[in-house]
C-alpha cells in the first residue's frame, strides 16, 4: 500500500509560480508511473501530467504544455509538479496517482482508471 501526500498549493497571482509536491510513503515509487490530475469546482477530474518510472519521459495535457513541469526523485521517493505561468483557469484541487509496477518507457497515463493509488489533493488558486 502507497500513501501519497500533496503539498505546496495555496493562492497566487496570475501569471505566479506555485512547485507541488507528492511525497509517498508505505513502498518505494521508483517502479511506479506517477501522474497529476485536478479538479475544479463543479468539473470532472481532469489530467494534467504523468512521469514514467525512471523520470525519462513526461507527458502533457495541451492546456498545460509549455507551462508545468512534471519530474521525480526517486531517492527522496517524491514527485513535483512545477506549475509557471498561472491563469485562473488553473485554479483547481491537484491530486498525485501512482501507477503500481509499471515499467513502460511511455508516460501516456491519461485516465483516472489507469492509476492505483490517489493523494488527497492540494488547492491551487489563481486570482485574476
Known amino acids: 500500500q502507497v500513501q501519497l501526500v500533496e503539498s505546496g498549493g495555496g493562492l497566487v497571482q496570475a501569471g505566479g509560480s506555485l512547485r507541488l509536491s507528492c511525497a509517498a510513503s508505505?513502498?518505494?515509487?521508483?517502479?511506479?508511473?506517477m501522474g497529476w490530475f485536478r479538479q475544479a469546482p463543479g468539473k470532472e477530474r481532469e489530467f494534467v501530467a504523468a512521469?514514467?518510472?525512471?523520470?525519462?519521459?513526461?507527458y502533457y495535457a495541451d492546456s498545460v504544455k509549455g507551462r508545468f513541469t512534471i519530474s521525480r526523485d526517486n531517492a527522496k521517493n517524491t514527485v513535483y509538479l512545477q506549475l509557471n505561468s498561472l491563469k485562473p483557469e488553473d485554479t483547481a484541487v491537484y491530486y498525485c496517482?501512482?501507477?503500481?509496477?509499471?515499467?513502460?518507457?511511455?508516460?501516456?497515463?491519461?485516465?483516472?482508471?489507469?492509476?492505483?493509488?490517489w493523494g488527497q489533493g492540494t488547492q491551487v488558486t489563481v486570482s485574476s
Open positions: 496517482a501512482a501507477r503500481e509496477a509499471y515499467y513502460s518507457t511511455s508516460a501516456y497515463l491519461t485516465r483516472l482508471s489507469e492509476y492505483d493509488y
Open positions: 508505505g513502498r518505494t515509487i521508483s517502479s511506479y508511473a
Open positions: 512521469i514514467n518510472w525512471s523520470g525519462g519521459r513526461t
